[in-house]
């Protein structure tokens, strides 16, 4: 068995979420089923991050073991043409070979990711499902200020969604940083693992700060209450993108 690590990029807009469901397309099951008629072999593909519906990546990591020892951009170039096949809005970027023991999401030292919030009165249309799109004028420097609130090791219930599954609400947020870059805002994240919905709803949160109507302290608020009340409102998936992956 060989074991192949991949960079894939995808447009989440079609798919429930990178994991496979019963009810509907996910990213993993297209690169399964691109495998499968590639060489006819059924594996699990593991990625680094289980991305939630209408998510994008731009540096998902993933990985799967075949047998036999195929050139790893022979498994690239296969896979990308069984998943122009499917239409799936899906890309292997980059192929290789990899160790044994790698594992695409145990092996992840860090996540990164980026919110993109379009900020003017236009709406978008070539980025139509990929921006979270924020008529009211946004200011990017208390939103960075705020952030500044989240950075570290908390206790994140107040940015936890009631679906999450995690075993502990507490993780610890290496970096986040908010930049106006054009009519676009946009918000990056990194840590070791996130909870369900704690970028998005981080986004939010900073969404109100950016309008005026929260400071600092009422971010350092509601982070303290431990309550997914006490926090904004969960931004939209549209602008979430899974950036990097860190090892």
């Not at 790698?102 to 009165?121: C, E, K, P, V």
Request: charged fraction near 25%; hydrophobic fraction near 45%; proline fraction near 4%.
């Amino acid at each position: 068995m060989t074991r192949y690590r991949l960079v894939v990029e995808y447009d989440g807009g079609p798919f429930v979420g990178w994991q496979r469901q019963d009810n509907g397309p996910s990213v993993q099951g297209a690169l399964e089923d691109a495998v499968f008629s590639f060489c006819a072999e059924r594996v699990n593909v593991f990625g680094a991050g289980r991305t939630d519906s209408g998510v994008h990546a731009l540096g998902q990591v993933a990985h799967f073991d075949i047998a036999g020892d195929k050139p790893a951009d022979t498994v690239r170039d296969a896979v990308n043409y069984y998943l122009r096949q499917q239409g799936a809005p899906v890309s292997v970027v980059t192929a290789e070979v990899a160790a044994e023991d790698f594992h695409a999401r145990f092996s992840a030292t860090d996540r990164r990711y980026l919110y993109r919030i379009l900020n003017r009165r236009s709406p978008p249309a070539l980025d139509r499902g990929r921006v979270w799109h924020v008529i009211a004028p946004l200011d990017a420097t208390a939103m960075h200020a705020a952030a500044q609130a989240l950075i570290g090791r908390h206790d994140f219930s107040s940015f936890r969604a009631a679906a999450c599954q995690a075993d502990s609400p507490v993780k610890t947020l290496d970096e986040a940083r908010v930049e106006r870059v054009g009519d676009e805002v946009r918000l990056h994240f990194r840590a070791r693992s996130f909870l369900h919905s704690q970028v998005r709803i981080m986004a939010g949160t900073l969404r109100t700060v950016g309008e005026g109507k929260w400071g600092v302290a009422e971010v350092a608020a509601a982070l303290a209450a431990r309550d997914r009340a006490a926090a904004g409102p969960t931004a939209p998936p549209d602008g979430l993108y899974l950036v990097a992956v860190g090892y």
